[in-house]
């Protein structure tokens, strides 16, 4: 019992049915095409939208765009575009080795690190957190998103707190006429 009060850890990974993992691409001409914007998760838990990932605070979840279009930008770059009813709303270039790693068939987004000091009122954590974000393509050419948090510190002032959770969800490809 003591040991169990002097760490406290936790872990949660989540993952749509039928999941198939991800596929090792090629190269990065395998991730252009149309996409639907967001995921579409059978458990009722919150959709998964590239533009969030993408463009975070962009659009808020009322104007979300239908789809997102990934065309091959020059060098090792890829050009996304945020699109609704034919309408781009939205279009940014995305650097290897600046805004992503490609690795194993797998673009990883540059990671994410906050630390808290429990400044903010009812925060009771005092650490680390670090999120990563990997997209990549099923065997079967659909998109897929892993979002993975790691945390480390104390929950008031006391307790020992550490834990990762890990959310895959599929997004789909989409009718070309979607995005065009």
Do not use: H
């Amino acid at each position: 019992m003591t040991l169990f009060l002097l760490f406290a850890g936790c872990a949660s990974t989540e993952v749509t049915e039928n999941d198939i993992g991800f596929a090792e691409s090629p190269n990065l001409d395998a991730f252009v095409g149309c996409y639907r914007n967001c995921s579409n998760p059978s458990d009722g838990s919150a959709p998964a939208c590239l533009t969030s990932i993408l463009w975070p605070d962009a659009f808020p979840s009322e104007t979300r765009p239908e789809a997102v279009n990934i065309q091959k930008g020059d060098g090792n770059s890829l050009i996304a575009s945020a699109i609704s009813n034919g309408v781009v709303l939205k279009q940014s270039r995305f650097q290897e080795g600046e805004d992503f790693e490609f690795e194993a068939g797998l673009l990883e987004l540059k990671r994410e690190y906050i630390a808290s000091g429990a400044r903010e009122p009812g925060n009771p954590f005092i650490g680390v957190v670090t999120s990563k974000t990997t997209l990549g393509l099923d065997a079967s050419g659909q998109g897929r998103i892993t979002q993975s948090t790691a945390f480390a510190g104390t929950g008031f002032l006391i307790i020992p707190v550490a834990g990762k959770t890990s959310n895959t969800q599929k997004i789909e490809r989409a009718p070309r006429d979607l995005c065009e």
